[in-house]
């Protein structure tokens, strides 16, 4: 009878060590679900990607061909005034085919205030035009667009080196 009254014992307390352990399981499971983020967002970083990418482009930039070295925030007029500029600029930071991803507006002021416009992705479907206005309506949320903008002061070469502004606009819709 005594052994009878142990292994029923046993068997409950198996029972209970088992629901104990599933509980604990159970447990540690959602608790490291809920801690791991499955959705990254790059948004910020593809933003300074491209600004880096069209800030030291040598399709913008002066570049001694000698040496075979670009000039930082060093603007070449010739380059920039170009009108196969932004056709350049398409093809050296490849996104695609058709780029649905990202687009920005290059403005340039020289020290009298002129500005030069250029853009990357003005493409005629999706691209910066069509892209602005989304971010112009202040809706959020998918379907709609982010702008950033990056101002910096920056030299060009108009026969002598000279002090200019180039602001970058990126802008990356919201998916």
Known sequence: MYKKSQLAFQAIMFIVRLAYLTAVVI???ALTMNQINQSVNTSLTENYV?????????????????????????????????????????????????????????????????????FYNA???????EWEVLVGTGIGGPGSA??????????YNDAKIKLGTIEISIIKPNS
């Open 27 to 29: 447990t540690v499971i």
């Open 146 to 155: 982010t702008e950033r903008i990056f101002s910096n002061p920056t030299l």
């Open 123 to 129: 493409a005629d479907q999706k691209g910066y035009q």
């Open 50 to 118: 491209l600004y880096y990418a069209l800030a030291y482009s040598e399709d913008l930039m002066l570049t001694d061909n000698v040496i075979d070295r670009i000039y930082p925030n060093t603007i070449d007029l010739d380059k920039l005034k170009n009108p196969q500029v932004s056709k350049k600029l398409d093809k050296s930071i490849y996104y695609g085919i058709e780029n649905d991803h990202i687009a920005a507006k290059i403005t340039f002021k020289d020290e009298k205030k002129q500005q030069t416009i250029i």
